[in-house]
């Protein structure tokens, strides 16, 4: 691996950041709050939040088995994404490699910050060559972005082929695990200590049912966090979020229970679907969604949306031509897309 001098961007190397009322003093004994400007009245929501979510840190650590200081957390995973290009990527010259299909906001961030985009096309079957990825990187490859299970393909890449990447790419590898909750493949944040250039994504917007709350990790080491930490805005997770974020680490029995509930679902709902006639193929799926190859993708997805029944249509995407996306519902909505689908005639 490059040092992280030489990954970073000058710019942010150099970067004096921000100091908050709040990073400035962070004591809990003082009773009179006279440094940040706020307003004395509305309490709670008065007060500016941790800028260093210390307190969620420290819980999600002991859960993750990482420590405090090797966690990033944002306006969701999608914060993190922008962030490391913002962080290693200089505009216009620096580029990044990733698997296609994959998740769209890897591109929708390059495109923002004017850093090429290179796409490595998967097999027939959405697996992916580590060898045609790194033939694909240069000396100006800051990011190389996997996703597993990757979206929109449900699958889980082969541990191995991951690993040769981390290996043997002298830059930072972006993990998103973001529905790693839901496949059999152990997370890769027990190797982080192996691997220094390894940076793994998660989020509480799948398992953990928080969407709405916008809450995403980055775990790697403490130096690439405290890089991030430097360039986030201070106040990014606000103190509603905090608040939840702890709340449903508190009630991790009942995210296991859903967890549970849509892998036991899964199976079932794609077995149903491999028997109607709209169905050409099922793919098999890691996630807490998976990919169907149906007779007519636009029609189909235009059908179930005339009942009210969302689906996401992956037509256009590579490698997915009449492809939709299904994601495991609650059982009532399952049955109801069955339903639909088996009433449907061309
Ligand atoms: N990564 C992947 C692979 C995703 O599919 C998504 C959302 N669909 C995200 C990240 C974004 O997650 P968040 O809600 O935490 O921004």
Not at 259 to 287: N, T, Y
């Amino acid at each position: 691996m490059k040092t992280l001098q030489e990954l970073t961007r000058p710019n942010i190397w150099n970067l004096k950041p921000y100091s908050s009322a709040r990073d400035e003093y962070k004591g809990l004994t003082a009773s009179v709050f006279l440094d940040a400007n706020e307003n004395p009245y509305n309490s709670p929501n008065n007060r500016y939040p941790d800028p260093s979510q210390h307190e969620l840190k420290v819980k999600l650590a002991g859960f993750k088995k990482v420590l405090p200081e090797q966690i990033f957390l944002g306006n969701g995973s999608d914060e993190a994404i922008d962030l490391v290009f913002r962080a290693f990527c200089e505009p216009g010259q620096d580029n990044v490699v990733a698997i296609d299909p994959t998740y769209g906001m890897y591109q929708v961030c390059a495109d923002v910050n004017n850093v090429e985009y290179r796409k490595v096309i998967l097999d027939e079957s959405f697996r992916f060559s580590a060898e045609k990825l790194l033939a694909a990187a240069d000396d100006r490859t800051k990011l190389i972005f996997l996703c597993s299970p990757n979206n929109p393909t449900g699958n889980e890449l082969p541990r191995d082929e991951v690993e040769k990447v981390i290996k043997r790419f002298d830059g930072l590898v972006i993990l998103d695990e973001a529905y790693n909750d839901f496949s059999s493949v152990p997370s890769m944040l027990a190797h982080l200590g192996k691997y220094p250039n390894l940076v793994v994504f998660q989020t509480f917007s799948k398992a953990w049912a928080s969407a709405a709350i916008r809450l995403g990790m980055a775990f790697t080491s403490p130096d690439i966090i405290a890089l991030l930490n430097k360039i986030k805005y201070p106040y990014n997770v606000n103190l509603l979020t905090q608040k939840e974020g702890l709340n449903v680490l508190n009630k991790y029995h009942m995210t296991e229970r859903w967890i549970k509930e849509l892998i036991d679902a899964r199976g079932p709902l794609m077995r149903d679907f491999e028997k109607l006639r709209c169905v050409e193929k099922v793919f098999p799926s890691d996630a807490n969604f998976f990919l169907v190859r149906v007779t007519d993708a636009v029609k189909i997805y235009n059908y179930l949306v005339s009942l009210g029944i969302i689906v996401r249509n992956r037509h256009t995407v590579a490698l997915c031509g009449n492809c939709l996306r299904i994601t495991v519902g609650a059982c009532e909505e399952n049955v109801r897309l069955i339903e639909a689908l088996n009433k449907y005639r061309t």
